[in-house]
Each structure stands twice: as C-alpha cells, then as structure tokens.
C-alpha cells in the first residue's frame, strides 16, 4: 500500500476552500477531513501554511508535435515531467493526423509517442480533412478510445485547415456521438492573403507575423464558428482565445443563451506584440505563435471574460521549437515554426497575475487552472477536485513562495521562456501525481512512462455532468418544425 497523509492545510476546491488533512492511498484520494491519522507506514507531508490544490490540468498542449517541416523540443517525458514541476498533472494534447491519413492510423501514433509520458494524459482529435471514413472514425474514437472531443484548424491553409463543408459535417458528428468540437479560430484565407501582402511590401522579419494576423481575422472565424454551432445545436470550445473580438463574440452567444465556451493562454494575458518588433530575430521568433500575443489593450479583455465567467478555462498551447527551428523562417516570417511554452509556469503565472492582483479568488483560481477544464472534457471528479475517490493529483501550493521564471531554470527542454525575468510570489513546493511524490522543493523525480492514458466518456446517457448535449438535443426537438398537411 502506498498511502501519504497530507497534514495542516487548506484544501482549495473550485467551490470553496477549507482546512483540512488529505489522505491519499494507492493513487487515490481515501480521506479528507480534520486530525486524520496515518496508517501504519504511511509518508507524511506537512502542508501548514500552504494550500492543496487539485493538480493543474492543461487542456492544451502540443508535445513531440510535427509541425512545419520539424517536430518541437518537448516529447511527452520531458513535457509532462516539466508540468509537474509548475503544478499540472494532467495534460490534453492532441492527434493531428495529416490530410487524408485516416484517423485511426494517428491515433495509434499519438498513443505510441505518449508512452513515455510521466504524467497522466489525454488526447483531442483533430478533423483536418473530410469522407465517411473520418465519419466512422470519430465514432470509434468516442465509443472504444474515450475521445470526447474533436479539434478543428480554421488556420494553417494548403496544411491542416478546415473548410466550412468539414466543419459543418464535423460539427454535426460531434452532435451526434456527444463530443465536444473544439475550434483555432482564424480566417486561414485572410492569414494566407495577408502573408503574401506582408511580403510583398518587404515586411520579412517576425513583426510581419502579428500584421497578418490581426484580431479581426480571429474575431471573424470565432464569430462564425459559434454561429455554425448554433445552427447546429451543438456546443463549441474556443482555444486561445487572444483578443477582445473573440471574446466579445463568446460573451454575446453565451447572453444569447448558447454554449460556448473558451480557453485563454497564460501568455496571452501577460505577453504583449512589442516581443515582434525586438531587433534580436531570435527574440522575436522565439514569440511566434498563433494567434500572435497582442495589444496590451485586449489582455484586460480576456482578464474579464475568466472573472466574468465567459471564458473558461487556462492552458499554455505548450509546442517549442529551438532557435535553430525557428531560424528557418529567418527570411520568410511565414516559415517560422509557430509555438511558445509555458506549461512548467502556467499556474505561478496565473496565481501571481490573477490570485495576488485580487482578480480571481483561490477557488476561481482553481476553477479556471483545474475544474474547469475537468468538467468540460469530463474528467470531473476523478480530476479537478480534492475529494474522496477522485486521483490523488495534488499540489502543495507555498502562498509566499517566489520563484523568478527562467529558461535557465526550467525542465522544459526549449531554448526560451516567453516569462523570461518575471518573479512570482506563490509557487507548488510538492507535486503528486497518482499519489506519488513527484515534485519536492526543486526536486523533480518524474518517471518516465509513468503517465496514463485516460479516457474522456462522451457527453450522453448518465456519463458527465447534467449532459449540455441532452439539453440540447431537448432543445431542437422543441424547435423541430411540423410538417404542413397539403
Ligand atoms: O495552432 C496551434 O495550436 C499549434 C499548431 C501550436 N502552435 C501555435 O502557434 N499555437
Ligand atoms: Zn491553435
Ligand atoms: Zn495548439
């Protein structure tokens, strides 16, 4: 038996925080309450002055990723092991299969590279391309792999970009097996467009990758993926959100009573578009990603959408690439491989900028870094709450604890840190991951292979929590219309 007791703190949940031990036996949560006793040969960790919080789940990563012309730094041992270390212990990554690659052949892939990871993982599908097999598939996927969620690139023309026949289909098979369509919002036409126009002004280095990404151009594909899920009748999640067009479009569905729901990245709150326009090009290619970090100005917007409740929850996007990667777009912006990290700093990030800042409470803080993620891809309770039953996923969170964010200091094997120089105040002194002891003040012992697949049930019969996609499926059949007699 493996049993750790975790003494002295306060518990956080999403719904309210208390004081109390935590005991945790083989894997699992076994106790929580006041002056619970160890059984015999039990560790012991004393948590007084510090808060146990449910392990961080990041809803989005890329490791070991292929992705123009190379694959990022981070595999899933090195990423994972660099999540538990800034607090999160479940990751969702995703299958990208290429264009016409049946799904099912990706998947196995994925499954394959993610072996090695050392913390608890699960997997988003992405439709980059459309015929019956793809049909088939998602059903496969949802009903014997736990798939519950599907991934669409409205970016990344001539590559993984959806059209609207893709998404409309997609969208509606989403419907049907209650998954949830999940949606990278930019108008991959106009990027293509305005690439071109960039360079054809000359405009060659990394500050052409912001200009021809503009908000608008996020604003409109977010705007009408809503609206073809509205049409639907099936829920959508929004990734990155990056700018006030976005969010704004959300907020409006959500008033108007539709489900959607979205995501914001630690960088896009606390990283503006002046890194573009630094005159080192490793600098300002090591910032490229998409959507691009933006105006100050739309910072306070996504701030507002989490505090609001119209945006939902936070991730990183965690997908590095060296300076040497980057370097191939060191004549053509176009060329650069787009992705930042994060994944070791999302949580101290976050706790700094919206926990110290009196922006979020501790709980909101746990909802928007934890639950809420859990309960939108169904891995809620077993993840994202510190309760009897659930994974003994936890932090031991030092509230006084500061740390300054440094590619000299973190485990992620990226050549940069996009929070370069920034102290924090609150910071994980211990991480557990499946009730193991993986994070020790600076000592890491993840265990490569470690990691488990787990498995996301679809949102239908008594599976998840009050199924939106029942909801909705009373809903139109509500609205479905009667025939006229003639
Ligand atoms: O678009 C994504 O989410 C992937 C390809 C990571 N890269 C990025 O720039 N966000
Ligand atoms: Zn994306
Ligand atoms: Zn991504």
Same mark, same amino acid.
């Given at each position: 038996?493996?049993?750790?007791?975790?003494?002295?703190?306060?518990?956080?949940?999403?719904?309210?925080?208390?004081?109390?031990?935590?005991?945790?036996?083989?894997?699992?949560?076994?106790?929580?309450?006041?002056?619970?006793?160890?059984?015999?040969?039990?560790?012991?960790?004393?948590?007084?002055?510090?808060?146990?919080?449910?392990?961080?789940?990041?809803?989005?990563?890329?490791?070991?990723?292929?992705?123009?012309?190379?694959?990022?730094?981070?595999?899933?041992?090195?990423?994972?092991?660099?999540?538990?270390?800034?607090?999160?212990?479940?990751?969702?990554?995703?299958?990208?299969?290429?264009?016409?690659?049946?799904?099912?052949?990706?998947?196995?892939?994925?499954?394959?590279?993610?072996?090695?990871?050392?913390?608890?993982?699960?997997?988003?599908?992405?439709?980059?391309?459309?015929?019956? $097999?793809v049909k088939r598939d998602m059903g496969t996927l949802v009903q014997q792999e736990g798939v519950n969620s599907f991934k669409h690139f409205m970016a990344?023309?001539?590559?993984?970009?959806?059209?609207?026949?893709?998404?409309?289909?997609?969208?509606?098979?989403?419907?049907?097996?209650?998954?949830?369509?999940?949606?990278?919002?930019?108008?991959?036409?106009?990027?293509?467009?305005?690439?071109?126009?960039?360079?054809?002004?000359?405009?060659?280095?990394?500050?052409?990758?912001?200009?021809?990404?503009?908000?608008?151009?996020?604003?409109?594909?977010?705007?009408?993926?809503?609206?073809?899920?509205?049409?639907?009748?099936?829920?959508?999640?929004?990734?990155?959100?990056?700018?006030?067009?976005?969010?704004?479009?959300?907020?409006?569905?959500?008033?108007?009573?539709?489900?959607?729901?979205?995501?914001?990245?630690?960088?896009?709150?606390?990283?503006?578009?002046?890194?573009?326009?630094?005159?080192?090009?490793?600098?300002?290619?090591?910032?490229?990603?998409?959507?691009?970090?933006?105006?100050?100005?739309?910072?306070?917007?996504?701030?507002?959408?989490?505090?609001?409740?119209?945006?939902?929850?936070?991730?990183?996007?965690?997908?590095?690439?060296?300076?040497?990667?980057?370097?191939?777009?060191?004549?053509?912006?176009?060329?650069?491989?787009?992705?930042?990290?994060?994944?070791?700093?999302?949580?101290?990030?976050?706790?700094?900028?919206?926990?110290?800042?009196?922006?979020?409470?501790?709980?909101?803080?746990?909802?928007?870094?934890?639950?809420?993620?859990?309960?939108?891809?169904?891995?809620?309770?077993?993840?994202?709450?510190?309760?009897?039953?659930?994974?003994?996923?936890?932090?031991?969170?030092?509230?006084?604890?500061?740390?300054?964010?440094?590619?000299?200091?973190?485990? $992620?094997?990226?050549?940069?840190?996009?929070?370069?120089?920034?102290?924090?105040?609150?910071?994980?002194?211990?991480?557990?991951s499946q009730g193991k002891l993986v994070f020790a003040n600076g000592d890491l012992r993840a265990e490569r292979g470690a990691g488990r697949y787990i498995?996301?049930?679809?949102?239908?019969?008594?599976?998840?929590?009050?199924?939106?996609?029942?909801?909705?499926?009373?809903?139109?059949?509500?609205?479905?219309?009667?025939?006229?007699?003639?």
């Open positions: 038996m493996n049993a750790v007791l975790i003494q002295g703190g306060t518990v956080v949940n999403a719904d309210r925080e208390f004081q109390a031990d935590v005991l945790c036996v083989d894997g699992q949560i076994a106790a929580v309450g006041t002056g619970l006793d160890a059984p015999a040969g039990a560790s012991k960790l004393d948590a007084s002055g510090q808060y146990v919080l449910p392990g961080g789940i990041d809803p989005h990563t890329h490791m070991q990723l292929p992705f123009m012309g190379t694959v990022t730094m981070d595999d899933f041992y090195s990423g994972t092991a660099a999540a538990m270390a800034g607090g999160t212990t479940t990751i969702i990554d995703f299958v990208i299969p290429n264009p016409q690659q049946p799904l099912m052949e990706a998947y196995q892939t994925w499954r394959g590279w993610a072996e090695k990871a050392a913390s608890d993982y699960s997997f988003h599908v992405a439709i980059t391309w459309w015929d019956e $097999s990344y023309k001539n590559a993984i970009m959806c059209d609207d026949e893709t998404l409309v289909n997609s969208f509606k098979r989403c419907l049907e097996l209650g998954a949830m369509p999940t949606v990278h919002a930019e108008n991959g036409e106009l990027v293509f467009l305005l690439q071109q126009e960039m360079k054809d002004l000359g405009v060659l280095g990394p500050e052409g990758h912001p200009l021809s990404r503009p908000p608008a151009v996020e604003g409109e594909a977010a705007q009408r993926a809503i609206a073809i899920a509205n049409v639907l009748n099936v829920p959508i999640y929004v990734v990155h959100v990056s700018c006030e067009e976005a969010a704004s479009a959300i907020a409006r569905a959500r008033t108007a009573g539709q489900r959607v729901y979205g995501e914001v990245l630690a960088g896009h709150l606390v990283v503006d578009d002046s890194v573009y326009r630094h005159p080192d090009f490793a600098t300002a290619a090591a910032h490229v990603m998409s959507p691009p970090f933006r105006e100050k100005t739309h910072q306070e917007a996504l701030w507002r959408g989490l505090q609001s409740g119209s945006l939902h929850t936070t991730a990183t996007d965690h997908c590095t690439f060296c300076a040497e990667q980057k370097a191939a777009g060191r004549f053509d912006f176009s060329k650069i491989p787009n992705g930042t990290g994060g994944v070791e700093e999302r949580m101290q990030v976050l706790w700094d900028a919206g926990v110290n800042t009196g922006r979020f409470t501790r709980s909101e803080f746990v909802a928007i870094t934890s639950a809420n993620a859990a309960k939108l891809f169904n891995l809620y309770p077993r993840k994202g709450c510190v309760a009897v039953g659930a994974d003994a996923d936890l932090v031991l969170w030092d509230p006084v604890a500061t740390r300054t964010l440094s590619v000299k200091t973190q485990h $992620s094997k990226g050549d940069y840190n996009i929070f370069e120089g920034r102290t924090v105040t609150g910071a994980p002194s211990h991480t557990l498995k996301r049930p679809a949102f239908t019969g008594a599976t998840g929590h009050g199924s939106h996609f029942e909801s909705l499926a009373r809903k139109a059949r509500l609205a479905t219309p009667t025939p006229v007699a003639r």
